[in-house]
Structures are given as C-alpha cells and as structure tokens.
C-alpha cells in the first residue's frame, strides 16, 4: 500500500476521496456538496504545486515514478506506473487548475442533481490526471477510456436540449477511435512483451531495425494510434462531433473539454506516436502538417459563419488544435515546445471564453450573436474580460496566444520533417481569419447600438464569485504572454530528448 | 553578445520606464477612474504620457553623451527555445530615441488637448463615464508604441506594432454604439474593425518575413540580423528580396500604403485626438521607421527598394486624388495622410532614409496640428449647433409644443442628422474661431510645403533624392504635392471664408486654452520644425544624429530648381483652388465647383475610386459567402449532417433494421431458402409455405448452417 | 456380406429425410417423429460402425452399440419432456399447429 | 475394463455431490409446503454452496476416472465454480422473481440443480458419450424452465427452444456416429491418437463439423442463434438469466474440450469455420441488437454477440504457440460474461412487473433519478458489455483481442473491436433512458436480487483492478 503515498498516486487519485465523501451526503445538502468538491479540487490544485515543486525541470526524464507492478502474468508485464516529465507537467497543472475553475461557475449554473453533477466532475479529473500521468499503456488506455464516462453523462445530463444526441455522438465518436488504438496497443504489448512505455522504448529499435516490425506495420501502429488521437483533437475532417458536445454540454463541461480533454489528444501525438514510431513520425509529419493546415483556415472560416458564439469557439477550437498538430509534427524544438505551451494557452484562453459566455448565458439563457450589441455599455467589466480573453484567442502579442502560435508557425515554417515552408505560410492567414471571427463576436455582441436582449434584460455585470473564477485565468493569460520563460524551461529539457530520438 | 548590455554612464536604465510610465498612468486610472475628476484623470494620463517623454529626452542625451553609440538594456527573457532566443530588451540608439521623442512628445500634446476636446466629447454624446477609458487606451497606445521604437528585436518591434493596431482598434471603436454623427450605429465598430483586421493582413506579411529572417538569417536581433543578412544576399538574394517584400506588406497595413490603405480614412471615425496621434503623427508612421529600421537589408537589395519607392510614390499621388474629392474635414485629411506617408515611404525605399525620417517628424508636428484643429473646428461647430438647437427647442416649448427638451433628441427633432465634420456645413469660421484659423493656417502651409515652414524642407528633401535617382518617383511625387496645396486650400476656403452655410457655423464657438495650447505649441514646431535638417553645410543636424545609427551619408545641399519647381507648384495649387473656391464661396447647397468640368473623374474621387467597394466584391463578400457555405453546407449538412448522420448512423440503422433484422433474419434465409426451393417442385412448394412458419425457419437456418460447413469441407 | 458403406449411406439418407421433415412439417408431433428419424438414423450408423469394428479387430467391440442404448433412452425421456409441452400448449390453444406458435418474433 | 474405483468417484465428487443432493431434495420437496418453498431454494442453494466449497477445493488437482471417460482438471474446476457460481444466482434471482410471478414451485429449484449437474458433467466430460449424455442432462431441465410459466409466451418459447433443441442434438448424436466410424472410439484422447494417424480425413471432418452445429445451438452462434431470442424473451426472466449463463459456459466449455483434445488435427479446417462463425455472430449480434426495444430481446442478442466474443478465443485452437493464452483469454471473458450477464438480468427482473409489463427499453426512463444505485449498477453492467474500463469486461476484451492478435488474427480483432463500438450504440441507449429521459418506474426490491445486483456490480468493478489471480487461475487452467 506504499503505493498509495506516492506523489503522484496521491495527485491523481485524491478526487476520489472526494467523490466518497460526496457519495455519502444527501442530495439536497447541495450548497455542501458543491463546498465537498471544490476544495477537493482546490486540494488536488495545491497537491500538483507539491508535485511541481519536487519537479526538476532541467532533468528530461520521467520523474515522480510511482511504479509497481501488477498484472504479471507471462507477457503482459502491465504496470501501475505514474510519472511525469516535461511533456505532460504543464498538463498537469492545467488540468488541476481549470477543474476548481470550472466547479466554481457552475455554483449557481447547476441546480439539479448537483450531487451527481460533482461526483461525475471529480472522476473526470482523475481520468484527465490519469491520462496525464500512466506511463504503461494499459494504465493509459483505461484512463483514456474512462474520461468519456464522465464527460458523457455531464454533456447529457446537464446539457442543452440536444444533449443527448450530442452526448451518444460524443462517445461514439471518441470511443471509435480508441478502438483501433487498443488494437495497436495490444500489438506492441505482443511484440514487446511489456505494456510499460520506457521498457518499449528501450525494446522498439531494436525491433524496428531487425525488421522485426516492418516499416509498413509502423505507419499502421501510427495510423491506429493517430486516429484515437485525431478524433479527439479533433482534426480535420474527424471534428463534427466537437461542435455538438461543446454547444450542447454546460459551461463547466466545455471548459474542461476545450481545456483539457482536446488536449488529450494532442498530448497523445506527443507522447506516443512521436515517441514509439519515430520514422513513421517524419514520413507522416508533411500529411498531419497539411490536415492541421486545412483545419486551420476550414476552422477558422466556418466559425466566422457561426451564430451562436458557443459554436464560434467551438470551432475555433478547430482552428487552434490545427496550430498545435502543425507545431508538433513540425518536430523542432520551437514547434514542439510552442505546441505544448500552446495547448495551455488554448486552455485558457478558450476556457474563459467559454466561461464568460457561460456567464452571459445564465443571464439571458441565449447565445444568438445577434441579439446582442452594444453589451460593454451595460456591463464594462464583462466587456474588457471579454476583450481580452478574445484577443489572446487571436494571438495578440503580449498575452499568451501569440507565444504559441508564434513559436508554432515558426517552427513549422523551418520544419525539416514537413518539408516546406508553405504549410506554415498558409496557417499564418490563419492568424488574420481569427481576428476576423473573434472581432466579428466582439463586435456584434460588445460594441454597436444596444441589441434586443441588452435593451431588454437588466444585465448585471460579473459579481465576485464570477471575478474570481475569470481572474486566474487573466493572470496567466498575461504571464504566459510576457513572461513565458518559466514554461519553456519545463517543457525544453523533454522536448530536446524526445527530438533526438527522431531519424531527421 | 550581450557586451552593450553593461551601461557604464547615461541613463540608460531609465530605458523601461518608456513602456512602464504609460502602463503606471493607465493602471492608476482604471482602478481609481471611477472617484477621479475628469481633470484629474486627464491629468495623470498626461503626466505618465509626459513622464515617457521626459525619459526620451534622457535616453536621448544619454545617446548624444555616448557618442551616438547604441546600447542595449536587457530587462527580462522572454521567449528561448532551441536556437529560438527572444529577449525583452530594449535598444536606445539614434534612431529609436528620435521616435520616441515625437511619440512621446507629440502624444503628451495630444493628451492635455485631449483633456478639453473629450470633456466635450462625451458630454455630447452622454457618456461623462467614458471619459477614463479614452485616456487609459491613449497611455496603453503611448506603451505600445514605445515598445514599438525601442524594441532590439524584430520580433519585440512586433509586440508594438500588434500593440498599437490593438489601441487603434479601441480608440476607433470608441465610440462603438454609434457612428461619426452619434446616431445608433454599427459604423464606427465597423471602422474600427475593419482597421485591426487589415493591420492583421499586414502583419502576415510582417511575420512571414520574420520567419524568413529566422531561419535564413537566424535570429530576429537587429544586429545578428543586419549581420547575416550580406552574407546571405550574395548566395541566396532571393530570400533578401522576399524578406523585405513580406516586410512591406506589413508596412503597406501599418502606414496604410496601396493596397491596405482602406482602413485609414475610416479611422477617422475615433474621436479626433486619436486621429491626430494615431493616425497621423505616430502609429502610422511605424511602417516608415520599420523600414529606416531595416535600412541595411534594404540596401542589400535594389530590386525591392524600387518596388517600396514605387507603393509608396503610388500611393502618395493616389490618395491625393481622392483627397481633392472628399467633403469631411478629416477624410481630407486622412487621404492627405495616406499620401503624406507614401512620401516617407517613398523616401526611406529610395534609400533616404533621413528624409524619410524628417519627413516623419515634421509631418507629425503639423498633421497633428491639422488634426487637432480640425478637430477644434468639429467640436466648435457642434457648440454652435447645440446653442442653437438648445434655443430652437426652448422656443418650441415656448409655443406649447410637447416635445422634449433633451440633447439628444435634439436632431431627430430637426429631421435631418447634422453633419459638424462636412465642410458644406461650414463657411466663413474664421472670424468665429480666429485662433483655430491661423494655427489651420500654419498647419496648411506646411503641409502644402511652403517656405520657410517645416514641411518645406522635409518635403523637398525627398523630392530631391527622387529628382536625383528616380525621375518617375519624382514627379508622381511633385504631382502629389502640387494635389496636397490643391486640396489643402480647397479646404481653407470652404471652411473658413466665405459665408456660414448652416447655423451651428453661424453660432460656431471658439474652443478652450487646454486645447488651443498645445495646438500653439504645435504649431511652433511646424513653422520651425525644418531646422532640425537644414539642408546647409554645417547643418543636416538630423543627418549626423541618425548616421550614428544608419551610418553616414552626406546631406545634400538645397537645390533651388527642385524647391522652385515644388514652391511653384504649390502656390499654382493654391491659387487655382481660391479660383474654384474662394472667390466664389461655396453656398449652402451647392454642388461642388469641380464636379461638373472633371465629371467622372471626380466622381471617381469622391467615391475613393471605389476601392472599397472592389474589396467588399472580391475578398469580403466572397469570403462570407465562402465561410457561410462552409458552414452550412459542407461543415453542417454535409459533415455533420450528411456524413453522421445519413451515412454513419443511416448504415448503423439500414444494417440493423433492415438488412438483418428484416431482411436477413427473417426473409432472407427465407428468400434463400426459396432460392434453394426453385431446385426442385416439390421442395419449392413446400419452402413458400415455410414463410409462415418461423420455428421451421430457424430450424431452417441451422441447416443452412450446416449446408454451408459441409460444403466448405467438401468442397474446399 | 452387406459393406458397411452402404449402412452408413442408408443411414445418411435417413437422416436427411428426418431433416428435411423437421423443415417442411407442421405438426410438432410429426416433427417429434422426424427427429427421432434423425436419432435412429446416427444409432443406424453406430451399430454399423460398431460391427465393422468387431470384424476387424478380430475382438468383440461394444462401444457403438452401447452408445445406440444411450441414444435411445435419451431420446425417451427427451419426447416424454416434449409431449408434455404439447399437451400443455394444446390446453392453452387448442391447436398444436407449430406455425401459430409465432407471438414471439423480432 | 477395470471396476470402478474409489479415485473414479474421486474425480466426479463434485458432479456426484449435486446429483444426490438434487435427488434428495426432489424427495424432500414433497414433504414442502406449498408456500415454503423458499425452503427449497434455500436448500437447493445449500447444495450448490457445499459442492462449491469441494470444488475450490479443488483447485489444482487433477486425475481422470472411469477409465478415461471423465477427468477433473484446472479446466473443469474452472468451469465448474463458474456454473455454481451461475446456479447461485440463478436461483438467488428465482427466489423473489418465482413468488411475484405466481411460478414457486419446488422443480424449479431441482431442475435448476439438474441442469447444473449436467453443465458439469460436460465439463467434465472426457468421451462423446459423456457429452452426449451431459448435454441432454443440462437441456431437458431448461426445456422445462423455459415453459415454467404455463403462459402462451412462456409455452411457445419452451417448445421452440425443444424443438429446434432436439434438433441440433440430432446433429451432435449423429456427428458422433461419423466420427466413431471414421476412428472407432468415442473417447476423446484416442479419437486426436487415431486422427493424428491420419485415418479418414472427410468423415472425421464431417463429424466434427456436425458436432460444432450443436454446440453453436447452445452457445447461439449465428447461423445456429435464432432460436436465442424468442426463447429468452418468452422464457422467465429469472430461467433466462440462468440459460444464458449457464449453457453458454457449458456450450463453450464443451466445444473447447472437445476440439482442443480431439481435433488438433484438424485446425486447419476448423479455424476457417470457427473464424467465420465469430465474425457472423459478433456482427449480427450487435446489429440487430441496435434495433430492439425489449430489453430481453436486446439482451439476447448481446448475448449472441457475446458468444461471437468468446468464439474468438477458439479460432486459434489449433495453434500451440497461443492456444494457451487464448483459452485462458476465452474462460476469463467467460467469467466477466456471467458476472456481467447477472447483474444485468438482475436489474431487468427488478423493473419486471407481474403482468410481464416492464420489459420495454422506454420502461427505464427515470430510473435514475428515482433508484440512482440501481442504475448506477446497470450502467457498470453496460460499460462491461461494451467492454469500457472501469470493469471487467474492459480487461475480458483487453485479454481477448490480444490473444487473437497474438494468434495471428489481426482481422477478427478488429471485427471484435469495431463491433464493441456498434454495440456501445444500443448499450448506451439503456443508459440515456435510465439517465436523460424523464419516466416514473416501479422497482420490485428483493433482498436476494439486490445481493446479487451489489455482489456482481463490485465484482465486475472491483475485480477489474486486481485481475492478477483470476489471470492466474484462468491461464493455469489449461487444457493438457
């Protein structure tokens, strides 16, 4: 049971303590319960600062290991094995710092069965924990798998009137990814006589320059493993089911989804199918380079078409996740290291955005762009987060999204493995469609004559509680943009390893 | 590397305090904005605004004391990943202290105005509560440009520059519920999106240059940069070429040059203040100190020199076109702006890169001037108007009319919107608006370039490079200015003399001391900014100053055939327009005198050449059209709909409800089984009948079953 | 001396018949009857396989026929069970007719 | 030929436990009056406990008895604690579902009892007539179940599963036949020693082939399925629940003995049979499961789909390098199964109501929001059927899809896979009732059904983090 003092064991599993407590509480005990779960989350916050302060960022090695072994039967070599490095950290953190956020807006955003809502909430992060933090796949695919239970119900339970059309859609679609990933995993887990991913590691050369596993299987084993990866990102053209979880699902489910669930997807390239199939890596990286490209500008174009602002973000989202794939099959340190600082960024960003217009939406229960208008007038408070949470989804210099974006476009511009500068040349328009769509919201529901909804509602500005959920979120969308040194310097050192093993 | 960073005298450390200053000024009125007086905000904006200036000077002394050597100040990293290494660190050197100091300075000008003209401004439009907000963008605007000037990296230049699109955009929209005549409206939100999202299409070619730069030349400092650059010009010039050309479109969207101008004239919908500071004196001239800035690259590369010389001569005369055709006094301005700026453009691609600069400086003095003067004339026309209109209502009252007595219905109640900007509603204000005249007046003759004012000597500086090198460049530039005298006097007399062609003219009210002094301090730089570059041995102060910076290069003597030819010019201008529009001042209603003997053409200037209306058919509508059907039909009904929907979940459904379920489950075997039943009559008799009998057939489906295995084995 | 194939032959047509019948008859009761058809058949084929196994191992070998005993008490107890669903079907419907039997289906 | 010996008991001592106990209690019976017959069950399921404390007992011990005619191995013993383990359920949910339907009467106890001697018995069956025998021994009793009701539905589903039952036995009695006459035995080791000579190819072939259409009837293989759904639906919930446990281990357990120590030899064959059989089932299965709005039907057909599950672990029978591992795979999935399957039929008997009302999909709207562990439980039952952590049955197909990858079967696997995802389809609409539609359902509560609902909702989680010991278990209980 030593196990279950470990770091990261703790950091991952003390929600669930949570959960417990919650289990045994009385449904109506709501205002108790939404206590129980947010300083639960608030504890599993500061359990990843404890885990951050024991980080050394300079080592580019898995840190942290909480191994043991557990199921051993001939073959299977499967492990309970935790560990963190500087690919996944930032995730981390991220993940343990959008849950309490997300509890919090939903204080008076969920009144019914808030008892379920909580429990489902804090399983959800430890799913997101633990796909964040297993380092042996079978440990993973399950981690991998469970989020979707969560997110399903939270998505159909507390979700708009399509909900549950968007929740089965949502499972489905996730779900018919990791199919082929188990398969994939299930092969190496043959070929290599192990589950746990260091160990592969140190087998899967071997293996690929005997020929033991042709370059044909690995391009396979890739492909399987991207396409559990690409529905989740979504790329392009796997994201139709993105814009109905993300309309459909609450604020604090959306949140979470763009935050933190996407990101899963993206963490996935990094961690498995760059890391495991290396030479299958380069020959794909110009195609992913050109499905993220086309996901950029389609993304960017469709949501400048969208009515309801949640849909807007939802397949802005599109457009940002496209970034990220560009950033790391650019497979330079730049794109690399800007996409994961990137994935944070469109955590944020994308989660205020999604929180304000959470926050609006309590109010007026309408998300139509056009029946808004002139809404700064009424509520500057609102108006000026909005502003500039909307400018760092656009990349604006000096907050968090142009630091990404940038170091993205640059390296995917001088990228060796995509071979051309093009790919970067055109997802750099993207950058211009973003002002478009972004300024486009701004404009039409911020600035202009008074719509009908802000003619006619008694609009309240952000109360206090609403202030201290978004302010967080400001704070790091400034540091990251001005100061993003910190974060390069824990993402660099894993970044440079998980280069070097690349045949480029 | 960082040798220079170590600063062993000056006041070089003070070098933060440019951005911090402005920041301290906007943080101080956001938080305490709400309890301040309006003097008081105005007060603190102008003083962090003041106190960046007061740091420029030092830095600038500090330059002059360090021998014109340029020093770095390293505050804190920024971004460093692989051969990637971006510092905040700024760069005060010639060059960039000179930016600052007109930045600085004229913006410190520009806010004690600001204080008067928006303690107006927002009574009119009944908004006392924005008067904060307009002077916490004005200091984020002084901060963005700051870092603008005196960043040491192309890609911390970047910050800026993205910065003060970002400020436009605010001020623009400031007015965001409304348009230019306060009426509801989506107008000035348009305006000032429509501003960002160019300056957007700029800065993909500012960025795609600075990848370029990045991985051909290997960093984005100035110096490293400047250093690769030859080196790479001899083995692969293209990438030189290609570098500057992307950097032009970001100059081009910036410094509103053809084809990204389009957003220019509609920034005149923020309040005048910002179009003086912004879009005239400061942010817009960005594009000209970027390339000045770039001045080694360039150089390395003559091909797209000539190309920057030529958008920037073309745009020059172009934009003085449609000046000649405009009706509001600061869309005459704007295009005259547009065109002002193509004449640095012009220079600093011709490889004058002082010229250029001095052009920038002393185009910021008196277009400033102009602006704000104009803007005094707005804001005294909408004095008289309402003194007027206050009157009429009260009469109406008088007479027992229900109607209300309130500002801001007055206009409704007139029916037609008045118009304080057009200059048909002018006429005769210089003798009630007497000092807004004669600073117009200074502000016009330099402008137009006549001796001894500071336009004059800037403006013939670069028409002398030109007459030099570039006999095209030249005269696009000399008919330019000959338009610039042209429409400048158009509008001194439309505006001033002749008769009072509405009654908020007639009651026009002279604006207060907190706006007409900085306009005087102003207009003293105008008449003697063309001392800071005269073009006499023993002078070319600004020369010196900057070739400490952009290396040495000879100033030129005054040639006296370029300056006639440009005097002459101007003065024909002049007189012609008091031809056409002095001596027979417009009267109310008139069409303008041009209209009939140009016709066409001046339709055509009126209506911008209809440039905007050729980028709405061929790049906005297509692209909403584009991103509608995206949308709609391949996005919804094709992916989502379609492609889910029918096919995924429709096979899911066919499969299971119909092929197997029905169909192969119930009939098919059967129908198998009656295909087997046609083998023989009497088999086929008897199967039909087995449609009816479901035990029989399930039995059925086991023999099926064990057919089927036999015959694999048998068969196989 | 009769070759046991053409036992075995004789037994496969048998079994086919019973088959068949299972497939084309209504009545449960004749269906009962082709499947005890079907059962004899495979006895019919046992003790056939079981005699040619004698001859030639020169020893007595029961193994086939015991099975046949097996195969036909089995059978016994298997049509007491079945008959006595019938008569349970006939008290509630009156009819035995396997085609009406058709309430479950989907 | 020996006389029966103290060891020959020996290795049936589980089997003959509950056959004597079954006799007995059919006598005592008699002596129970009519409204205690929870007497009966109670001592039905004493018998059954008592037998399952021998047999775990019995774990790791091996020996063969009537001169080869029954063995008892890891296999059987495997096998045997999963059908008692099914008999205690079964009867754990017969003891309340009996009583409200008006059907308690003491055979049903007894023939359950009756049915799991004969599950057994195939187990443990070492000659084709042991197999013969062990079959009918496990079928009529069901026959019976099925009609238990003496209600039309009850009736026809009993007849069907009769007659199409005896049918599909006429092929296994005469596949014996065939196969005694192409090797002249019927024991089970010397029939591989004859084949392995190469005697009569075809004949053994035919036999053989003859001999998986039996088995595929019970364990529902499509084409030998259709009889599953009728028969489940009219059935009672409680024999259903039962049946579709119970036989299909037995089906499997059989079918496993049988090819894997008779027909080595003939894999070659076999694997193309058995390849197309898994892939049919696991297709037709979960589609036509998607259209279903019985929830008895639905089940069945995820039960048909759930054979084409295990039928994967067989395909490689032949193959020694991964026999092991994928029998190994197919009893652990079978145990998943029956936990799962249980749990699953539990919460169906609980929503059942007298009039037989309550069976409908759309009866589960609400059920959350009224009884949130019982759907609590139902979804950990359908995230098992789909094969989604955390449960059992994620950790079953895990082991499962990479024993046939393992095999060499990376086309099934993906089958199997893609078929999970359809299935997810019809699973998850179970959930969305209970969850996301308003309804106001009526929940029989038993404390024997809630028992059985807790024990195997824990289990199929519980069990799902420490497989290590069932892996074991599962994998030591190989075949010789």
Known sequence: MEFLLQPLTLLTFFPLLGVLVILFMKSEMKTAIRWVALVTSLITLGLSLWVLSMFTASNPDLQLEAKYSWIQVAGWNIYYYLAVDGLSILLVLLTAFLTPISLLSTWTAVEDRVKDFMIFFLLLEVGMMGVFLAQDLFMFYIFWEFTLVPMYFLIGLWGGPRRVYAAVKFFLYTMAGSILMLIAILFLGIQTNTFNIPDMLKVLPELYSSGAIASGTQMLLFVAFAAAFAIKVPMWPLHSWLPDAHVEAPTAGSVILAGVLLKMGTYGFLRFNIALFPDATVTAAPWIALLATIGIIYGAAVSYAQADMKKLVAYSSVSHLGFVMLGLFALNPQGVAGAILQMINHGLSTGALFLLIGMIYEQTHTREIKVYGGLWKVTPVFGTIMLIASLSSMGLPGLNGFVGEFTILLGAFGSKAIGNPWYAGISAIGVIMAAVYILYMFQKVFLGPAGEITHHHELKDLNVRELIIIVPLLVFIFWIGLYPAPFFNLIAPAVEKLLSALPL | MHLSETVSSGFFFLAPWLVFAPLTGLLINAIFGKRFSERTIGTVASLASGAAFVVSVLLAYSVSLNHGEMVRWRLAEWIHIGSLSLDWTFRIDSLSATMMLVVSGVGTLIHIYAIGYMHEDVRFKHEEGRFARFFMFLNLFIAAMMILVSGDSYMMLFVGWEGVGLCSFLLIGFWYEMDTLARPSWANSNAAKKAFITNRVGDFGFLIAGFLMFWYLGSFQFDEVFKAAPAVAESAPWVIVAITLFMLIGVAGKSAQIPLYIWLPDAMAGPTPVSALIHAATMVTAGVYLVTRSASIYTLVPQAQYIVAMVGAGTALFAATIAVGQYDIKKVLAYSTISQLGFMVAAVGMGAYVAGMFHLITHAFFKALLFLSAGSVILGLERGHHAHAHHAAHDDHGKGKKKKDDHGHAEEEHGEVFDPGDMRNMGGLRKTMPVTFWLYIIGTLALAGIFPFAGFWSKDEILLDASLHFTSIYWQLAIAAFFTAFYMGRQIWMVFFGEARSDAAKHAQESPKVMTVPLMVLAALSVLGGALNLPFEGFHNLGHWLGHTLGEVEGLPLDLKVAGISTALALLAIVISWFLYGRNPLKTGQIDPLKKPLGFVFTGMENKWFVDEGYFALIINPFKKASAFLADVIDWRFWHDFVHDTVILGTYNWLSEIALNKYADQKGIDAFANWLGTATQWISENMRKIQNGFVRSYALSVMLGVVLILGYLIFK | MVPVNYYVALSAVLFSIGALGVLIRRNPLIIFMSIELMLNAANLAFVAFGRSFELQGGQPFFGGQIFVFFVIAVAAAEVAVGLALLVEIFKTKKNINIDELNSLKG | ?480
Not at chain 4, 82 to 109: D, N, P, V, W
């Open chain 4, 1 to 480: 030929m020996t006389q029966p010996q103290f060891t020959d008991f020996y290795t049936l001592l589980p089997f003959t436990i509950l056959v004597v106990w079954a006799c007995v209690l059919l006598l005592v019976d008699l002596f129970i009056p009519k409204n205690r017959k929870s007497i009966t069950a109670a001592l039905a399921a004493f018998g059954l406990a008592v037998t399952l404390g021998y047999t775990i007992s019995q774990i790791g011990v091996s020996s063969i008895g009537f001169n080869g005619m029954a063995v008892l191995d890891g296999f059987s013993t495997f096998a045997n604690v999963l059908l008692l383990i099914s008999g205690l359920f079964g009867i754990a949910l017969a003891h309340g579902y009996t009583k409200r339907m008006g059907i308690q009467r003491g055979e049903y106890f007894t023939l359950i009892l009756f049915s799991v001697t004969g599950m057994m018995l195939m187990a443990q069956a070492a000659d084709l007539i042991i197999v013969f025998l062990a079959l009918e021994l496990l079928s009529i009793p069901l026959y019976v179940l099925a009609a238990f009701t003496r209600k039309v539905e009850s009736e026809e589903s009993g007849v069907k599963y009769f007659l199409l039952g005896a049918f599909a036995t006429g092929f296994v009695v005469y596949g014996t036949a065939l196969i005694f006459g192409s090797t002249g035995t019927t024991s089970l080791t010397e029939i591989a020693a004859a084949a392995s000579n190469g005697s009569s190819g075809l004949l053994l072939s035919i036999g053989a082939a003859l001999l998986l259409v039996g088995f595929g009837f019970k364990v529902a293989a499509v084409p030998f399925h259709m009889w599953t759904p009728d028969v489940y639906q009219g059935a009672p919930t409680s024999v259903t629940a039962f049946m579709s446990s119970g036989a299909k281990i037995a089906g499997f357990v059989a079918l496993l003995r049988v090819f894997a120590t008779a027909f080595p030899s003939l894999s070659s064959d076999m694997t193309g049979i058995l390849w197309v059989m898994s892939a049919l089932t696991m297709i037709l299965g979960n589609l036509v499961a998607i259209s279903q709005t019985n929830i008895k039907r639905m089940l069945a057909y995820s039960s048909i789909a759930h054979a084409g599950y295990i039928l994967m672990a067989f395909v490689p029978y032949g193959n020694k390098d991964v026999v092991s591992t994928s029998i190994a795979a197919g009893l652990f999935y079978l145990l998943t199964y029956v936990l799962t399957n249980f749990g699953a039929w539990a919460v169906v008997i609980s929503l059942e109501k007298a009039e037989g009302k309550g069976l409908e999909i759309s009866d589960y709207a609400g059920l959350a929001k009224k009884y949130p562990a019982l759907a609590a439980a139902m979804v950990v039952f359908m995230l098992s059927f789909i094969g989604f952590p955390p449960t059992l049955g994620m950790v079953g197909k895990f082991y499962l899809f990479r024993a046939a990858l393992a095999g060499g079967f990376t086309g099934l696997a993906i089958l199997g896979v893609v078929t999970s995802l359809v299935s997810a389809y019809y699973y998850l609409r179970i959930v969305v009732n209970m969850y996301m539609r308003e309804g106001d359902p009526v929940v029989e509560s038993e404390p024997w059904l809630t028992f059985t609902i807790v024990v195997t909702a824990v289990a199929t989680v519980v069990l799902s983090f420490v497989p290590q010991f069932l892996f074991l278990l599962a994998s030591t209980a190989l075949l010789k």
